[in-house]
């Protein structure tokens, strides 16, 4: 490679490039910052105020979960009472639909015997009729017709 004029560019170009590498590398070492030295006795300080925290936290979700057993006692007591009521209403379409039924079998039970009598009604009828024709013809020729003189 030979050197030119324009070789100080290059040097200069090739340590801006190195330089901003070096620097680029560089970067997340400065970021670090070195934690400071903490005693046992800020250790334990921060033991206690956390051991502090959790009391206060067990004694809250015991509160809580008093109150959750609470609502859960009122709920169950008004499940029973709603299932008293579903009972009662049980009860009362039973009755009803009971009732219904009797009702529903008088009254096919009376038609059913309006039917068989006004059966029984047509078939006296019928025969009446057939009796009241047979009669009706017996008369007739019993009876001399109306251009004929009576024999006597």
């Known amino acids: 490679m030979t050197r030119h004029a324009d070789d100080g560019k290059f040097y200069t170009m090739r340590n801006l490039v190195i330089a901003a590498i070096l620097v680029f590398i560089s970067i997340p070492a400065f970021a670090v910052d070195a934690a400071p030295r903490i005693s046992d006795r800020e250790i334990i300080e921060g033991l206690a105020d956390i051991r502090g925290d959790i009391k206060e936290l067990k004694a809250e979700i015991k509160r809580l979960d008093e109150g959750q057993k609470g609502l859960r006692s009122e709920m ?49 009828l019928e025969t009446q009729k057939d009796e009241i024709t047979f009669l009706k013809g017996i008369i007739e020729k019993l009876l001399p017709t109306q251009g004929t003189p009576a024999r006597y």
């Open 76 to 124: 169950n007591s008004r499940f029973e009472s709603l299932d008293k009521r579903f009972d009662m209403l049980m009860w009362m379409i039973g009755l009803f639909v009971t009732i219904s039924m009797v009702i529903l079998g008088f009254v096919l039970r009376m038609q059913w015997q309006m039917m068989k009598r006004q059966a029984q009604m047509e078939t006296a």
